[in-house]
């Protein structure tokens, strides 16, 4: 009996009071909060992060590393310019920590699944185009990703701003012993092929391709992944898995980006 009551009652500390999730002193700051609202759908840099809180470069960083050491937060280094950083929110382990909180108040307390893209009678397919260098690894595998994960319900495709000849034979293998997917008689394809095209949705998975990738007509959201290129060497040494480790990343990035594209705001065709 009196483990059971221990598993439910919250923590507490020694004076008797309960302790308050560590998700919760994390993110219950203003500013940490605001920081974690900009990084829950795109990868931004400090300077970026500083122009849209409207806060001061120091303090910025002082509660970004507080996330980092959390957990909640992680950067990398960008392959555009190695002196700027990209900050990501890992929604993960946020939701882990949801989960814990909600745990720690009441055990019925559980977050409700997300919802999915799902076209009404009246509504059209979300165009979502992927955009990296070669069009070779990232680009293709989040397209093939959102074309599994959204069943037909989004319209996935992707482009290189200067694609390779082929798919690189790695990303193809990655995701055909991960995912089942077949994507071998697919060829990269340039971004200004699409010109022409209407995208809803622009995702860049390459810090290069994203200085240059080009606003869209009826383009309504721009999104930003740095996503290190599998194919290039790793700084920290040699290693295997890279493309596995790449496609695994994108996958769990696609499927946060599901209820995204759920919620937000659904252009429809004009009459």
């Not at 495709?157 to 798919?167: F, K, V, Y």
């Not at 991960?178 to 697919?186: A, C, L, N, T």
Request: positive net charge.
């Amino acid at each position: 009996m009196h483990s059971c009551r221990a598993r439910i009652l919250p923590a507490m500390s020694s004076t008797g009071q309960a302790e308050l999730p560590a998700f919760v002193r994390l993110a219950a700051h203003p500013l940490r909060w605001r920081l974690m609202t900009e990084l829950a759908v795109s990868d931004h840099r400090v300077r970026e992060l500083v122009a849209r809180v409207g806060e001061p470069q120091n303090l910025v960083s002082y509660h970004l590393r507080l996330l980092r050491d959390g957990g909640l937060v992680t950067s990398s280094r960008s392959s555009f310019d190695g002196r700027d950083s990209y900050y990501h929110l890992d929604l993960d382990r946020c939701g882990e920590g949801l989960r814990d909180t909600g745990a720690a108040l009441h055990p019925a307390l559980r977050p409700a699944q997300p919802p999915e893209p799902a076209a009404g009678p009246s509504a059209r397919r979300l165009e979502v185009l992927f955009v990296c260098t070669g069009n070779s690894a990232r680009s293709p595998i989040a397209e093939a990703l959102l074309r599994r994960h959204s069943a037909g319900r989004v319209s996935a495709t992707s482009a290189g701003t200067r694609p390779r000849d082929e798919l690189h034979p790695e990303a193809v293998r990655a995701l055909r012993e991960g995912f089942g997917i077949d994507v071998s008689g697919r060829r990269p394809r340039h971004l200004d092929a699409l010109a022409d095209r209407k995208f809803d949705v622009v995702v860049t998975l390459c810090d290069k391709a994203r200085e240059v990738c080009p606003e869209f007509p009826g383009q309504w959201q721009k999104i930003h992944w740095s996503v290190r290129d599998p194919a290039a060497p790793d700084p920290t040494g040699p290693g295997d898995g890279a493309f596995r480790r790449t496609a695994a990343d994108i996958d769990t990035r696609v499927r946060h980006l599901l209820p995204v594209l759920a919620t937000t705001g659904r252009p429809e065709d004009p009459p």
